[in-house]
């Protein structure tokens, strides 16, 4: 058991064996839940994106997008051996 200090502002610090424990370090965002019987439980808050921002992350610069048509022709050519 770890026992921490609460400080005049109210802060605690966390030591950096905890922090490694749920993932944190610096500038990560942590969430706090209070439970019930005076406790609370702390987490590393995990970063939520959407699907579209994966879009075009594959894409080198100053290339050109290919068409699902494009992209069929390349996957059959490949499966047939030929590229």
Do not use: C, Y
């Not at 290919?66 to 490949?78: Q, R």
Request: proline letters at 2%.
């Amino acid at each position: 058991m770890t026992l921490l200090t609460v400080t005049a502002k109210g802060q605690i610090t966390l030591r950096k064996d905890l922090l490694q424990h749920i993932g944190a370090h610096a500038g990560s965002r942590l969430t706090v839940q209070a439970l019930p019987n005076g406790r609370i439980e702390i987490s590393a808050a995990r970063p939520r994106g959407k699907i579209s921002e994966a879009f075009g992350l594959l894409k080198r610069e100053g290339q050109k997008a290919l068409s699902i048509e494009a992209m069929n022709d390349v996957i059959a050519k490949g499966w047939a051996g030929e590229e």
